[in-house]
């Protein structure tokens, strides 16, 4: 289970954009974090994902209070139990799409090698049927985001977070990103997405307005 | 916490080096060119040294004469003693002279003779150090020699006044601290150094000189006085010790000012590669600013980061200092230029390198602390 405690948080001192937010985001659920722009939803997944540490309050995961970690070990536990997702993918236009796909097994101090036939499986299933050995700029904006999916759903995470993972897609790719986070939700992963796209809203399990 | 193994950091570094071109070449092209620049410019002064030291070190800055006046008491076997001390590379004793004449012409010029001893004796000449023929002394004469003797060739016999003809074995030649003996004779006995004869009535012979090169002209003066001791003269005041004194001096001073010019110069290359570097690096990491962002986010320590950027740079540039140096070298063998010593270029590639990842690690400390919030979220 991750836990938010008490998250307070502001790029100014005296102006916080999260206060006492508190919540615990269970196993197999999906939850949207909802609300007007400036709110600050990308900023608490960030924090939720251990990539901003919270001015006061803690995050948890189980009964561990990871967000008080020092930079090593955090990235550690980002790259061994998190997937991320991004609002444009943010993929490596120098790498080939399949060292993009599996860049997160430097981190967790695999060969990538290990990983190399499953990322071209995942690849086939989410539809990005391509010579996995072009670049990000020959791909289409679907096609980046999906590969962006099979990056954060990889290593098999126990949390995945995604911010505005369908802002610029089709409604037949948001159906595919949804699909995909509700099946890794199923299999026991937790699922937080930040979100403006109503219809994807109304899929999750449950909704956080900030 | 997770260890990445360095061979998994190496790999990465270099993926990421083969797929930023522009950035790798250029990173190559200048720790190519400065290495190069070091070794075209401190390295052809270093080679020009080398050579010139070489020079005066063959020539006579290592090469000591010990003058033993009348009656020092000093026997041939000093040679087995002096041979003990390690930084002596070659050493040879003359004896005084004796009058000798062409044995062939009993009435004709009287000539000196002289014996000589030496750990070496090729330096005289490269028969003098084979194994005599005949069990007897022999004798190898100068140019100068073998025309007072009155001899066409340096063949036949010569014969000392107080003693038996002795076979003429070869010309010799006159080193510069025995030009004063010409017209050179010297008689080498049977077994140089075991048969060692006496040359006077009471078993000491009477030597007229010690002639002693050193392995490394810096020791010298150190080793003097034991040197001194060890010839074991009735009294020191008959030793007189001589040496190129002004070529010692020469040396000295060539040697310290050409290494404070280099020095100068290098520090100079290396400072501008440095600059250069961290220049190139920190645009790197503004153009690439995305890049350390989404990485930090998917899971990578800042330490990490700041490994890989150096592992990156460090690949660069042993790749672009090798480069450099092989060129450098190819352009001095061209211009007929004397090419530094091997660990000068070693040196130079280590130098090089070191120097590209001291200025990589600045700009690896800015990427490593990119926040990924502020690199990825789209506005």
Known sequence: MLTAHEIRFGYFADRPIIDSFSDDFY????????GPSGRGKSTLLYILGLMLRPDSGSVRLGEEPVSALSDGPRAAVRAARFGFVFQDAALDATRTVIDNVLEVALYRGLDADEWRDHAQRLLADFGVDLDPWRRPGQVSGGQAQRIALVRALIGDPEFILADEPTGNLDAATSDLVFTALRARADAGATVIVATHDPAFMVRCDRQVQL | ??????????????????????????????????????????????????????????????????????????????????????????????????????????????????????????????????????????????????????????????????????????????????????????????????????????????????????????????????????????????????????????????????????????????????????????????????????????????????????????????????????????VLAIGGDPLPALTYFLAVVVLAVLAAVAAAVLPAIVAARREPISELRVP
């Open chain 1, 27 to 34: 196993p197999g659920e999906v939850v949207a974090l909802t």
């Open chain 2, 1 to 330: 916490m997770t260890r990445v193994p360095i061979r998994l950091i190496l790999r990465e570094a270099v993926a990421a080096a083969k797929s930023q071109r522009v950035a790798s070449l250029a990173t190559m092209l200048v720790v190519a060119a400065l290495a190069g620049a070091v070794l075209l410019t401190a390295g052809r002064v270093a080679g020009i040294e080398h050579r010139v030291l070489s020079t005066i070190d063959s020539a006579a800055s290592r090469t000591v004469v010990f003058r033993l006046e009348g009656g020092a008491g000093v026997d041939p076997s000093v040679v087995q003693r002096l041979a003990t001390v390690a930084d002596i590379e070659w050493l040879a004793a003359v004896g005084p002279a004796q009058d000798g004449v062409n044995a062939a012409l009993p009435e004709g010029k009287r000539v000196p003779m002289r014996m000589v001893w030496s750990t070496d004796l090729s330096v005289f000449s490269p028969a003098a150090a084979t194994p005599s023929p005949v069990d007897s002394p022999r004798v190898f004469l100068s140019d100068q020699a073998v025309s007072e003797f009155g001899l066409l060739e340096a063949a036949g016999a010569v014969r000392p006044l107080t003693g038996v003809a002795l076979p003429v074995a070869g010309r010799s030649i006159v080193p510069e601290y025995l030009e004063q003996f010409e017209p050179l004779t010297l008689i080498v006995p049977v077994d140089p150094l075991e048969r060692v004869p006496a040359t006077s009535a009471d078993g000491r012979g009477a030597l007229s000189m010690i002639v002693a090169r050193f392995a490394d002209p810096y020791r010298i003066e150190g080793l003097l006085p034991t040197v001194v001791e060890l010839i074991g003269a009735d009294s020191r005041d008959k030793v007189q010790v001589g040496r190129s004194g002004s070529l010692a001096e020469l040396r000295d001073v060539l040697s310290g000012q050409l290494s404070a010019s280099n020095f100068t110069i290098v520090l100079g290359i290396f400072s501008v590669l440095v600059l250069v570097q961290a220049g190139i690096l920190f645009a790197l990491v503004l153009l690439r600013r995305r890049d350390f962002g989404r990485r930090r986010a998917l899971g990578a320590s800042q330490r990490l980061i700041v490994t890989m950027l150096v592992a990156q740079t460090a690949f660069l540039a042993v790749a672009g200092a090798v480069t450099g140096a092989v060129i450098a070298a190819l």
